[in-house]
Each structure stands twice: as structure tokens, then as C-alpha cells.
């Protein structure tokens, strides 16, 4: 008799699928509809698999830590034998779904699908090829005929109406956050709006604008909220310049001796506080009024010594959004603080992670970065809540024969392609035209090479800054398309930034600032 033993890659997927069923009711209901039990090769998947879908069919939710309360029960009737090899293996699938803070179920249903579809082709040729050796002709047709295919994920797609698909929606929104992942804070949040799974963001800014800066604090904001984050530096900075900036961050120390020493900081302040009318402000009347009624600072922060900004009103409707600067004096990180600090970050933050792949210029396609998410998975079983690509312009055509536009369309079809397959975050820059070297503020005539990139992504912002703003520590953000958000697309929101600190994000607020002369 011929044994047939389950291949190692077989039981590392089935390990994957039935960790999803222990955290998500959708994988429970997707996998309960297909009889997708039957296709299980391992004893102790089938065993769990069956208690998660005797949880679901009486509570309607996924087990998660409820399992180990489960196992307790269900364990006097294994064999002995069998109840301690089952518990061996929920004990290594805990810390997997523990640390687990935004589960990817649709992932997860689309990978399990696949599984179970190869699964099902394999029985049927094993039952074809049986019976074709006995020299039953009919019955091999039977079997043929007889073939249903795995679905669940319906393609074709579903009733509007349905009351299935409407339970679908449920345990989505309810399980998973819906498609929520983070959220900046602040005015800047406001603008940007959620970050969500199968959603695409650009930021579009003349060279050298910042865009790195904010790429890396959105990372590190996913992170917070316990993302899988991964950054693919793709040549526009080296490895050493990339963690000479992350430590940065993490220390709020800047990383070279230049910086050391008086640093002018800004922070947020309130314009009625600094023009002087309000009764809560301890102003020394900083601002004045032009004769267009334009505010301007006719006292600058190393004149104005016992300016005190005040934001006592801030998040009500009365709190109008200025910038002030605070001295402090900087010191350079030292590799022990650079230490202390990560590892706390990471322990604070430890259901989120950050990967940075640096890649030299003009050696990665955005082909390049689907196949790392593939293999990242196959060796951690993780799959990213947010990619970050600093940034698509540098990426490599996958066809170089084609017209120059048209290869900079298939870069960005494809990365739109990965934000809906992995059902992830993807977050880009791209550079302006020659022309946006001459605005005070972008817009959608300033694309480069071909406007049909902006027809991939979901939202599209430009980071803007003059020559003084940058000297004074202030950027702007301006909403340039929104698929389905109902923000402005005229609003801007002014960011105040202490790069020397390695901090991109301190502040943010609507509308701009006083004039500075």
C-alpha cells in the first residue's frame, strides 16, 4: 500500500489557514460554505478547523483566545496522544495570533482559496487515476463530471441585497476595523483620512521637499497602531543615510555635528494669541495686519523673547492655527540612546514592525516588490499592512521597449495592482515638473511624464514649501484628488516639522500662517 505523507510546505500552509480561522469569522464562513474541511491533510487543522466552525455556527465570531478554552473541553475526547500533539500546536499558533493587532482576512481567504482549489485538483486526478489503473473508463468520467470547483471568494460577484453578503460586511467591519489601519493626527489626519487596506496614496513635490521625511513618519505612525509596515528605499538614499534618519526619529536627536547646539524649534500657536485679542492669550502682539488685511509677524521669535504661545482653544471652532518657535539646544544621538530608545519603541509598539529594504538605484521594478512580499511571506507568514516606495519614479520599467510615458503607467498600474491584491496601503511620492520649481503650490498640471498615474491612485496630495518655509521649519500639504473622501480638495493644511530632530510631523493646522518678512 502506498503512503502518502503531507508535504512540509502543505502543512505550513494549512498551519497559516487554520491561524486565520482562529482570528477571523470571515475565514470561518468563506471556508464553512465550500465543505473546505475535507481538504485538510493534517489530523490536528481538521481538529481545530471543526471546532472553529462549531464556534462560529453557535456565536457568529471567530474563537481567537477563546481556542484555548475550547481545547480544554474538547480534549477529553482525543485519544491522549492526540490531545497533546494538539495542544503542542496551539501552543505554537498563540503567539501568532496574540501579537496580532490588523488581521488581513481577505488575504487570507484569497491565499486559502488557492490552497484548497490545488487541494481539490489533486483528489480529483488521484480519484481519475484510480480509477483509470482499474480499467474503469465510467467511473473516471463520473468523477470527472462530478467535479465541483472551490469558490469563495465570488468573483462573479454578490447580491446587493443578500442577506449572506450583508453578515460578510458585518464580520468585516467588526473583526477587522473594516479596511482601517491608521490615522495621522491632527489637521494633517483630517485632510489625509484614514489610511485604509486597497487604498493608494501619491504625494507629488519638487525635489528635495521632503517627501522622504513624510514617507518615514507615516510609516512609523502604522507601526504605532500595530501595522506590518515595509519600506522599499529604491536609490534615492543609501542604507546608512536611511538609519542615520530613523535613529533620529526614534532619539529626537539630530545625527551630525553641524546641528548640534541653538536650535529654533517650531510649535503651535493660536493667530488671535499673537495678534493680541483674545482674553485667554498672553500675547505681546506679534502679529499686525497688512493693508489687505494679511497677517504678518512684525516681531520675529529672537526678538519677541516673552512670546507664550497658547492653544487652550484648540479642537474647538475658535482656534485658528499659527506657528511660534521655541529654543532649545541639540545634542547629537549616541549609540547608546539610539538603543534605549528602539528597544522601547519596539516594545511599546511590539504587535506593529518595520522592514526597510534599501535597493541601489536602477535595480528594482515594482514586479520586484511583489515577489519580496511573496518571499517575506513564505518565511515569516506575514504580509504587510503598509508598503511605502521611496519613491516610484526610480523604479525600473518592466517593458523598456515601450514609449517612456507608457512604462511610467505600467509602474503605477502595478503598484495600484499590489494595494488590491495583498489588500494593503501603498504610499508613494513622485516628483513634479519643471514648472512646480516655480510655485508657491502645486497642482494637477504639474505631473511628470504621464497624468495617467493619477487615474491608479485612490488619493493624491502635494507637499508644498518655499525656500523660507524650509528655513523655518513649516511645510504645507494640499489635497489634489480624492476617489471617495469628502474633504476640499482647495484646503491645505500647514505642517510644522523639526527635521534636525529627525521629526517630520510636530504640529499641523488648517489654512496658512502670518507672513514672515
Known sequence: ?????????????????????????????????????????????????????????????APKSQIANIFEVESDYLEQDVADMVERYLESLSQEFENTNHFNAQYW??????????????????????????????KAEEVYAGFKHVQVAMPEGVDVFDQDHITDHRLAVEEDKGAYLFKMPGALGELLGDIERDTFFGFLSREKAGKSWLLMELGFRGVREGCN????????????????????????????????????????????????????????????????????????????????????????????????????????WTWKEVREKTAWFEHRFRKGSFRRVNRPMSSTRASDIESWILLNHDRTGIIPDVVLIDYADILLPENGRVEFRHQENEKWRMLRRISQKYHCAVITATQSDAAGYKKRSLDLMNFSEDKRKYGHVTHFYAINKTKTEEDHGISRIGALLL??????????????????????YVASFFGSYPKIS
Open 109 to 138: 481567504i484569497d491565499y486559502s482559496e488557492e490552497y484548497f482549489r490545488n487541494r481539490s485538483y489533486k483528489e480529483l486526478a488521484k480519484e481519475i487515476s484510480k480509477a483509470a489503473d482499474s480499467g474503469d473508463a465510467k
Open 1 to 61: 500500500m502506498k503512503i502518502e505523507r503531507t508535504r512540509p510546505e502543505d502543512a505550513q500552509a494549512e498551519r497559516k489557514i487554520v491561524t486565520a480561522m482562529i482570528m477571523s469569522g470571515r475565514c470561518i464562513r468563506a471556508f464553512r460554505n465550500q465543505d473546505c474541511n475535507r481538504f485538510f491533510q493534517t489530523r490536528f487543522a481538521r481538529i481545530i478547523a471543526d471546532w472553529c466552525f462549531k464556534y462560529f455556527e453557535k456565536y457568529e465570531t
Open 483 to 504: 476617489r471617495e473622501d469628502e474633504m476640499a480638495i482647495i484646503r491645505e493644511v500647514t505642517l510644522l516639522q523639526a527635521l534636525r530632530k529627525g521629526r517630520p
Open 229 to 332: 509596515v515595509v519600506s522599499f528605499d529604491v536609490g534615492d538614499m543609501t542604507e546608512r543615510q536611511s538609519d542615520n534618519r530613523y535613529y533620529s526619529y526614534l532619539t529626537s536627536k539630530p545625527f551630525k555635528d553641524r546641528y548640534e547646539g541653538r536650535y529654533w524649534k517650531p510649535v503651535l500657536d493660536c493667530l488671535w494669541n499673537q495678534e493680541g485679542s483674545c482674553d485667554e492669550g498672553c500675547s505681546d502682539n506679534v502679529v499686525k495686519y497688512d493693508d489687505k488685511d494679511r497677517p504678518y509677524f512684525n516681531k520675529m521669535y529672537k526678538e519677541a523673547r516673552d512670546h507664550v504661545p497658547c492653544t487652550k482653544c484648540k479642537g474647538t471652532k475658535r482656534f485658528r492655527g499659527s506657528v511660534w518657535w521655541k529654543k532649545e539646544r541639540l545634542k547629537k
